[in-house]
C-alpha cells in the first residue's frame, strides 16, 4: 500500500528518555514501527525479563528489523548522560531525535510541600530536560545534521487542575514549555527543531493505582474535557512520529496540545 514518506524514520536514530516503561515505551514503540532505532533511558537498573519493555525489545528485532537498547542512567548526571549520547552518536554517525518523557509527580498541598520535595521536581522534570536536551543537540550540532526533539509538558503546564493539589509538577510543565521555546529559537540555526507535546489526563499503571485511593476521580476528570473521556497512552503514539518526522519539517517552538478539550472551555 503507498504511504506518506515523509513519516517514515528509516535509519534514524532516536533518544527516548522516561523509555523503560508507560508512555516514553508507548511511543519509542511507534518510533520503531517507524523505521527508527531507539535508545531507551530510564532510572531504573535493569527492565524485567518479562516487562512490557522486553517484549517491545523482542519486537524490534524479531518483527520489525530494528533495535531497541536500554541505557540505565539519572537525567540529572549531565556527565553520565553527555558520555552515553556521544557515544551513540558516534558509534552510528548520527543523531536524528529525542523524546524527553522522563518525569515524577507528586501530589502534595502547597502549604505542606517541602523545599527539599520542590527543588527535585524542578531538578528532574525541568533542569533533567535540559541537560539532557543540551547533550543531543551537542552532538547533532557536532555532526551537522540536524535534528528534532519532542518534550514531553502536559496541559497541567498551561492550567490549573481543579482539586489536584500538584503545584510544583504544574511549575515545572510550564517550564517545559517555555524552554522548548527558548532552546527552538537558539538551536534553529543549526537545523535542530524544538516542540512540546501537552498531553491531558492519561490512563496509566500509575494512575490506575491512584484511582484505587480516589475512585471518584476516574468519572470526575473525564468531565473536564470536550470528550468526556480519558486518554490512553496509545492516542500520543502518532504525534510523537509526527513531530521527530520530516512531516513536521517546518514546525518548532509549538506546543502540541493534545487534552481532549480540557483546556479550550
Known amino acids: 500500500m503507498p504511504s506518506l514518506p515523509e513519516f517514515s524514520l528509516k535509519d534514524k536514530v532516536v533518544i527516548v528518555t522516561g523509555g523503560a516503561r508507560g508512555l516514553g515505551l508507548v511511543q519509542a514503540e511507534a518510533l520503531l514501527e517507524s523505521g527508527a532505532t531507539v535508545h531507551a533511558f530510564d532510572r531504573l537498573p535493569e527492565p524485567d525479563s518479562d516487562s512490557a519493555f522486553a517484549a517491545v525489545s523482542r519486537r524490534a528485532r524479531d518483527e520489525l528489523g530494528v533495535s531497541l537498547t536500554y541505557h540505565q542512567l539519572d537525567v540529572r548526571d549531565a556527565e553520565h548522560l553527555n558520555k552515553v549520547v556521544e557515544g551513540i552518536a558516534s558509534e552510528k554517525g548520527r543523531l536524528d531525535g529525542l523524546i524527553a518523557a522522563a518525569g515524577i509527580q507528586q501530589e502534595t498541598p502547597a502549604l505542606e510541600y517541602t523545599a ?20 543531543v543537540a551537542r552532538q ?108 513536521s519539517s517546518f514546525m518548532t517552538g509549538s506546543d502540541l496540545r493534545m487534552d481532549g478539550g480540557h483546556s479550550a472551555w
Open 140 to 247: 547533532m550540532v557536532r555532526l551537522g545534521k540536524g535534528g528534532s526533539m519532542v518534550l514531553i509538558a502536559s496541559m497541567s503546564g498551561t492550567v490549573a487542575n481543579r482539586g489536584l493539589n500538584c503545584t510544583a509538577y504544574n511549575t515545572s510543565k510550564s517550564g517545559v514549555l517555555q524552554l522548548a521555546r527558548n532552546l527552538a529559537m537558539e538551536w534553529g540555526e543549526h537545523g535542530i527543531r524544538v516542540n512540546t507535546i501537552s498531553p491531558g489526563y492519561i490512563v496509566t499503571d500509575m494512575v490506575e493505582a491512584l484511582f484505587k485511593t480516589h475512585p471518584e476521580r476516574r468519572e470526575e476528570w473525564a468531565k473536564h474535557n470536550m470528550l468526556g473521556r480519558l486518554s490512553k497512552p496509545s492516542e500520543y503514539r502518532g504525534a510523537s512520529v509526527f513531530l521527530i518526522s520530516d512531516a
Open 116 to 135: 527539599e520535595d520542590f527543588n527535585r521536581m524542578l531538578e528532574i522534570n525541568v533542569t533533567g530536560v535540559f541537560v539532557t536536551a543540551q547533550a
